[in-house]
């Protein structure tokens, strides 16, 4: 897969799963690649362990990278400590 592919997937992955989570911070184009990448490889360990395969460190196609990168975003929400709304009067 070229390098272009690999952007695009990523671009795409990122976006959806953005839609989907909706992340507190603004993460620009090249965050929501980023994100989209680590999520195809995130997506693609997943798969490999679900398909009894192992621990193998894969890119996946585009309905894992989503699913990949809406599991990043969700545990990077999770780990993000709420506002503070006392600051904030």
Do not use: E, K, Y
Request: glycine letters at 16%; aromatic letters at 4%; charged letters at 10%.
């Amino acid at each position: 897969m070229g390098v272009f592919a690999w952007i695009a997937i990523g671009f795409i992955a990122g976006l959806a799963a953005r839609v989907i989570v909706r992340p507190d911070r603004r993460l620009g184009c090249l965050g929501t690649i980023a994100v989209g990448l680590a999520g195809s490889l995130v997506g693609g360990t997943l798969t490999s362990v679900v398909a009894g395969d192992g621990l193998d460190v894969a890119a996946s196609g585009v309905i894992g990278s989503i699913v990949g990168t809406i599991f990043i975003l969700a545990l990077a929400r999770l780990r993000t400590p709420p506002p503070n709304t006392a600051l904030d009067r």
